[in-house]
């Protein structure tokens, strides 16, 4: 499987540590400086407001560092309900 890396070259062995490192350093709820429109796997487009967010419809979880937010081609699918 191949590393997730952030913008400022921190690496992560999956997308699920991403979500995990940001919630251990209690940023996990940190408004992004610019929301993401994304087109979720389930049909719906959400607006990814925190820096790990969860899809109110199919509950798929984003997330992205504080330091790659700004770039929302860093942002990650860590899996439903994660």
């Known amino acids: 499987m191949d590393k997730v890396v952030s913008k400022c070259g921190c690496e992560f062995e999956s997308n699920q540590a991403v979500a995990d490192r940001v919630r ?6 940190h ?3 610019n929301p993401a429109t994304i087109a979720c ?3 719906h487009t959400i607006v990814m ?3 790990v967010y969860k899809c109110p419809h199919c509950k798929m979880t984003y ?4 330091c790659s937010c700004d770039d929302h081609r860093y942002i990650v699918k860590a899996g439903i309900d994660y």
Do not use: W
């Open 63 to 66: 997330a992205i560092t504080p």
């Open 31 to 33: 408004p992004m400086p």
């Open 41 to 43: 796997e389930c049909g």
């Open 24 to 29: 251990a350093k209690g940023m996990d709820k």
């Open 49 to 51: 407001d925190t820096l």
